[in-house]
């Protein structure tokens, strides 16, 4: 199986959902089954069709977590010292070429990966163009509007 790239918080965060999985939702839906077989005929029961679907989904969730937490490769990105090149976890400033906008990313894993706080996916077109660049370097990527160029301002690992 090959392993797959996550951040120190990211595991945490998928501990957490696979441990409330566990002791909160897992139970309630067998509850609510339960609840459901005793109101009699399962045939035309929409409450217990209902709960063995979110049972489904739960069970499956928790079989994914697990896969995932198993074949994860944790990455504590304050440990990382990639001599000022912008590798796995680093935070990356940026500054638009064009408008002078200035952003910043931090690249991490495809669970992890939320653009609204700043976090990017790893396989993102944009984590791919800044992997391996330092400091002043300029990457380019492939927008659906164009190509964008980004100079890179700063590479902090934190």
Known sequence: MATFPVTKRGAEKLKAELQRLKSVERPAVITAIAEARAQGDLSENADYDAAKE???FIEGRIAEIEGK???AQ???PSEV???GRVVFGATVELEDEASGDAVTYQIVGEDEA???LGLINI???IAR???GKEEGDTAQVQAPGGVKRFEIVAVRYA
């Open 81 to 83: 010292d990639a001599g």
């Open 54 to 56: 979110r049972q489904g």
């Open 69 to 71: 937490l198993s074949a």
């Open 74 to 76: 944790v990455i504590d």
């Open 123 to 125: 396989s993102s077109p």
């Open 129 to 131: 163009a800044l992997i």
């Open 114 to 116: 939320d653009i609204k």
